[in-house]
Nanobody
Framework: QVQLVESGGGLVQAGGSLRLSCADS????????TGWFRQAPGKARDFVAA???????YYADSVRGRFTISRDNAENTVYLQMNSLNPEDTAVYYC??????????????????WGQGTQVTVSS
């Protein structure tokens, strides 16, 4: 059973950095395809980044070069390192997972498990 818990959100000034963590209390995340999404107030939940169990990564154009997704399989944790943050990055960030790589990793419906989300606020 996959149970995802995000942490690491907070308030940061523009240009700053945060690292989000997605931990799996069920200790199965190491073999799962895992993604990060974000949802700003009044907007849809958007794809941010994803990573295969073997480490291949995918990014939304809006974050490529600023954000890095990685995983520590021994710790059953996936990270999202966010650098050069700007106010447009303000959102609730969600971790999501599924057992195998989806055909369309950018779609929320492709994922079976979701965390509760962590708030990221970037001040100008």
């Amino acid at each position: 059973q996959v149970q995802l818990v995000e942490s690491g959100g907070g308030l940061v000034q523009a240009g700053g950095s945060l690292r989000l963590s997605c931990a799996d209390s069920g200790r199965t995340l190491s073999s799962y395809f895992t993604g990060w999404f974000r949802q700003a107030p009044g907007k849809a939940r958007d794809f941010v980044a994803a990573i295969r169990s073997g480490g291949i990564t995918y990014y939304a154009d809006s974050v490529r070069g600023r954000f890095t997704i990685s995983r520590d399989n021994a710790e059953n944790t996936v990270y999202l390192q966010m650098n050069s943050l700007n106010p447009e990055d303000t959102a609730v960030y969600y971790c999501a997972a599924r057992a195998s790589a989806p055909r369309f990793a950018t779609m929320t419906g492709a994922y079976d498990y979701w965390g509760q989300g962590t708030q990221v606020t970037v001040s100008s």
